[in-house]
C-alpha cells in the first residue's frame, strides 16, 4: 500500500496522541467526577480543533519539504475533507450517546468516564479496521465499488430514518444482556460489577459501556469506507480518523444540550454520505477533486445547521386532558 507515512511521521503521531490522551485523562482525574460546563466543553473543544489543525499544517509543512508543494498541498487537503467528514460523522454518534446517557439516566459525574472509554475504544477499533481495509484496497481494487456502494445505501437508509426516534427497546445487545446477564437497577458509582451473596451482578455503567462499544463497531463501519473515498494513504485515513474522534468526549458535551436544536442535520449526514458513495462508484470514470469535495460536504454541513437554527423543530404534541 502507498502512503507519505514515513517512520518520523508514524512516530511523532503516536506520541502526540498518547499525550494528547494522558492530558485529558489527567485533566479528568484532576477535576474529578464532575458535570462538565458548557464553557469548559468549548475550550475543550476548541482546543482539540487547534490540535488537528497544526497536526495538518506541521504535515503539510513536512510533506512539501520532501515532496514539493502540490504533494504537500494535496496530503494537506485530503486530510482537512477526511477530518470534516469524520467530524461531521460523529456528531451523529454524539446522538446516540445522548440518548443511551438519557434512557439509562447515566449520573452525569460518570458520563466522562464512560466517554474516555468510548473513545480509547474507538481508535483502537478504527486503527484495526483501517489498516485491514488499506490491504485489501492495495489487493482488490473492485472493494471501492462495495464500499461505495454501501455507502450510498447507508445514505438512502438515514435519510430515511431522519427524524424518526430509535426504539432501544429493539436493541439486539441490550436484548441479549438482559437475557443472559444478572443485572442491577441501581449504579454503584464507577463500578461495572458488584458482587451480592456471592454472584457477580452488573451494573446500569456496564450495559451502557457495551452499548457505547457497540455504536462505535456500527459508525466504524459507516465512516471508515467514507474516509477511504477522499484518500487510500492509511496514513492520512487513520489520523485525520484519530483527531476527529479525540475530540469526541468535548463535543459530546458540547452539543449535549443543543441536539433538538439540529434536528435537520440527520439529513444533512445522509446527504454526505450518499454524496461520497456516489464518489466512490465514480471513481474509475470521474475522479471528483478534493477541493469539490471539500466543498460540498462543509456546504451541506453548514447548510443544514443553518436551516435547523433558522427553522426549529416543532415542538412534541401532547395529548390533551379532558
Avoid: C
Avoid at 191 to 211: E, H, M
Wanted: proline share 4%; no cysteine.
Amino acid at each position: 500500500m502507498t502512503t507519505i507515512g514515513s517512520p518520523l511521521l508514524w512516530g511523532a503521531f503516536a506520541v502526540l496522541v498518547v499525550v494528547a490522551l494522558l492530558v485529558d485523562l489527567v485533566l479528568m482525574r484532576h477535576g474529578g467526577p464532575h458535570k462538565v460546563t458548557f464553557k469548559e466543553a468549548l475550550y475543550w473543544s476548541i482546543g482539540w480543533i487547534g490540535l488537528a489543525l497544526a497536526f495538518n499544517a506541521g504535515l503539510w509543512w513536512y510533506v512539501s519539504q520532501q515532496a514539493g508543494d502540490v504533494v504537500g498541498n494535496r496530503v494537506a487537503l485530503e486530510f482537512l475533507t477526511g477530518y470534516l467528514v469524520e467530524k461531521s460523522l460523529a456528531v451523529d454518534n454524539i446522538f446516540v450517546f445522548l440518548m443511551l446517557f438519557t434512557y439509562f439516566a447515566v449520573p452525569e459525574e460518570q458520563r466522562q468516564k464512560v466517554l474516555i472509554i468510548g473513545v480509547i475504544g474507538a481508535i483502537v477499533l478504527r486503527a484495526i479496521m483501517i489498516f485491514a481495509g488499506a490491504f485489501l484496497l492495495a489487493k482488490f481494487h473492485w472493494i471501492l465499488y462495495v464500499f461505495g456502494a454501501f455507502l450510498l445505501l447507508t445514505g438512502v437508509k438515514m435519510l430515511l430514518a431522519a427524524g424518526k426516534a430509535p426504539d432501544l427497546e429493539k436493541n439486539p445487545a441490550l436484548k441479549w444482556m438482559r437475557g443472559h446477564l444478572p443485572l442491577t437497577a441501581d449504579y454503584h458509582g464507577n463500578a461495572f460489577s458488584v458482587l451480592k451473596d456471592g454472584k457477580r451482578w452488573y451494573t446500569p455503567l456496564f450495559v451502557v459501556i457495551v452499548l457505547i462499544g457497540v455504536t462505535d463497531v456500527i459508525f466504524a463501519v459507516d465512516s471508515i469506507p467514507a474516509i477511504f473515498a477522499i484518500t487510500s494513504d492509511p496514513f492520512i485515513v487513520l489520523t485525520s480518523n484519530v483527531f476527529a474522534v479525540l475530540g469526541l468526549r468535548a463535543m459530546f458535551f458540547l452539543l449535549a444540550g443543543m441536539a433538538d436544536r439540529f434536528h435537520l442535520l440527520p439529513y444533512g449526514l445522509a446527504i454526505v454520505l450518499m454524496f461520497i458513495g456516489v464518489k466512490m462508484l465514480l471513481i474509475d470514470v470521474y475522479k471528483i477533486p478534493i477541493l469539490w469535495s471539500l466543498g460540498v460536504v462543509a456546504a451541506t454541513i453548514a447548510a443544514t445547521v443553518a436551516l435547523s437554527l433558522l427553522r426549529p423543530a416543532a415542538p412534541p404534541v401532547t395529548a390533551s386532558r379532558d
